[in-house]
Nanobody, 124 residues
């Protein structure tokens, strides 16, 4: 139900935009989030957004560089990643949490659905 796009190889300082698409009714009732997992490390929170898109949260490590947004008309969330660093290298996962509240979630434990990851590699 979730499809992620946009990963790839980029040089440090460059930009990438990840997209995650979901089915219509499911998307509109879900808070969305991105998590990432680097080799040998645990999955970590990157960014999250509420159902309406009115509230967002970003991990301290990406604040000021990454921006999460959503287009409910297109059933898609976008993670704009600028000023990429080698430590941003990871597999990025899109996730959704069904909710009746207009809030976002930063814990992977509450996410109900996960997409297949997309690899982001930042070379130094």
């Amino acid at each position: 139900q979730l499809q992620a796009f946009g990963g790839g190889l980029v040089q440090a300082g460059g930009s990438l935009r990840l997209s995650c698409a979901a089915s219509g009714r499911f998307f509109s009732s879900s808070a969305m989030g991105w998590f990432r997992q680097a080799p040998g490390k645990e999955r970590e929170f990157v960014a999250a957004i509420s159902r309406s898109g009115g509230s967002t949260g970003h991990a301290d490590s990406v604040k000021g560089r990454f921006t999460l947004s959503r287009d409910n008309a297109k059933n898609t969330v976008y993670l704009q990643m600028n000023s990429l660093k080698p430590e941003d290298t990871a597999v990025y996962y899109c996730a959704a949490a069904a909710t009746t509240r207009d809030v976002y979630y930063t814990s992977s434990a509450v996410m109900d659905y996960w997409g297949k990851g997309t690899q982001v590699t930042v070379s130094s």
